[in-house]
């Protein structure tokens, strides 16, 4: 199991990284915050500060069509918000 699915690259959180140190990473829905803040620390070689997740809930949909109402919902996602050292820098572009 991968604990670390994928970063977030958005606006958001390329100011938060560039003013806070703060990355964001989409990870398992069953890890925990010992097992993200290793997974980090090996992955890109920097010292974890601190670890903050979050629960995101799926998001319902409603599409009125010809053949009816249709329901739909996205999948929930875990996220999780690693502060870390003073002059330590995660590069996500380095390995495109």
Excluded: C, H, W
């Excluded at 601190?50 to 319902?60: A, G, H, I, M």
């Excluded at 996205?74 to 820098?89: H, W």
Aim: charged share 25%.
């Amino acid at each position: 199991m991968s604990i670390l699915i994928k970063p977030i690259i958005t606006e958001k959180a390329t100011a938060d990284a560039e003013l806070n140190n703060r990355y964001g990473f989409v990870v398992s829905p069953k890890a925990n915050k010992v097992e993200i803040k290793k997974a980090v620390e090996a992955a890109y070689g920097v010292s974890v500060l601190k670890v903050r997740t979050l629960n995101v809930r799926p998001d319902r949909k409603t599409r009125y069509t010809k053949t009816g109402v249709q329901t739909g919902k996205t999948n929930a996602v875990k996220k999780a918000i690693v502060q870390v050292a003073e002059g330590d820098t995660i590069d996500f572009y380095s390995n495109m």
